[in-house]
């Protein structure tokens, strides 16, 4: 049976959606103080630890265009580390799923509850594009603002941008 992992920051703790909603989650937090390296570490960890391909890996914090902040956090230049985990995704599953403000965003600087700029370019698209490729997997992540606790639960109507290893980009809810 593949797995589900989910990543977490102390704020989004109790309200990730793996709980509920996906069988086989293995799921840790990571305070801000926790490089990303280590997370890197533990998530490779947990799938050489378990039997099956990663079907779903999700990140449930906060975010800014082209940053996901989990641990230290990281963005397009720290990309290339979880390149330890190519080849560790199921081919027909969900890939990584990053909820968590503004993501993927182009723009540098939205403002605050407002929405994001949808573009395959610019901050948002360079980071995912970076991280799709170093693991082989599309990623998924909200263009805008994610609002109230179910935005750690699932994207629902939000505008998302998922970036495919060979660079595609796929917009839903975007018109």
């Known amino acids: 049976m593949n797995m589900n992992i989910s990543v977490t920051s102390p704020f989004w703790e109790a309200g990730c959606f793996a709980h509920a909603q996906m069988p086989n989650v293995h ?46 956090g990281f963005g397009k230049v720290k990309a290339h580390l979880f390149s330890s985990l190519h080849g560790a995704f199921a081919p027909d599953g969900r890939g990584i799923l990053i909820h968590a403000c503004y993501v993927a965003c182009a723009t540098k600087d939205p403002l605050p509850e407002e929405k994001g700029v949808a573009d395959a370019s610019g901050w948002g698209y360079e980071m995912m594009a970076a991280l799709a490729a170093a693991t082989d997997t599309s990623v ?3 263009i805008d603002y994610v609002a109230g606790i179910r935005g750690g ?19 839903t809810n975007c018109q």
């Open 27 to 72: 799921e840790r937090t990571f305070n801000k103080h926790e490089p990303v390296e280590k997370v890197i570490k533990w998530i490779h960890s947990t799938y050489l630890n378990h039997e099956g391909a990663i079907d779903t890996l999700s990140f449930c914090c906060h975010g800014w265009p082209g940053i996901v902040s989990i641990g230290t």
């Open 140 to 142: 998924t992540a909200a």
């Open 153 to 171: 639960f699932a994207f629902d109507d939000q505008r998302t941008m998922t970036v495919m290893p060979n660079g595609d980009a796929v917009f």
